[in-house]
Nanobody, 119 residues
Framework: QVQLVESGGGLVQAGGSLRLSCAAS????????MGWFRQAPGKEREFVAA????????VYADSVKGRFTISRDNAKNTVYLQMNSLKPEDTAVYFC????????????WGQGTQVTVSS
């Protein structure tokens, strides 16, 4: 069982930066694949970025590639999303998620943190 708590959201001007954190409980965090997703008002939840258990492989949505960086610190049971060059279209609730294999569905979700980018 994994519990996830996101933090770091807020209001930022276009072009600015934010770093989201996702703290996980549970002794097996280091074995889980982690992902970030987002959901804007009136839209479906969409994939943002993912990282495998070791941190050696990352994947990004085309819309954030080159601007966002996902990383993890297994010693701190935390995954991060560094967001640079933010755009108004990045405004959404951001969720972190965990899955216990590389091909499993994400079975654990946090409550989300709001990111608002003003133009």
């Amino acid at each position: 069982q994994v519990q996830l708590v996101e933090s770091g959201g807020g209001l930022v001007q276009a072009g600015g930066s934010l770093r989201l954190s996702c703290a996980a409980s549970g002794r097996t965090f280091s074995t889980y694949g982690m992902g970030w997703f987002r959901q804007a008002p009136g839209k479906e939840r969409e994939f943002v970025a993912a990282i495998i258990w070791s941190g050696s492989t990352t994947v990004y949505a085309d819309s954030v590639k080159g601007r966002f960086t996902i990383s993890r610190d297994n010693a701190k049971n935390t995954v991060y999303l560094q967001m640079n060059s933010l755009k108004p279209e990045d405004t959404a609730v951001y969720f972190c998620a965990a899955r216990n294999t590389a091909t499993a569905a994400y079975g654990y979700w946090g409550q989300g943190t709001q990111v608002t980018v003003s133009s």
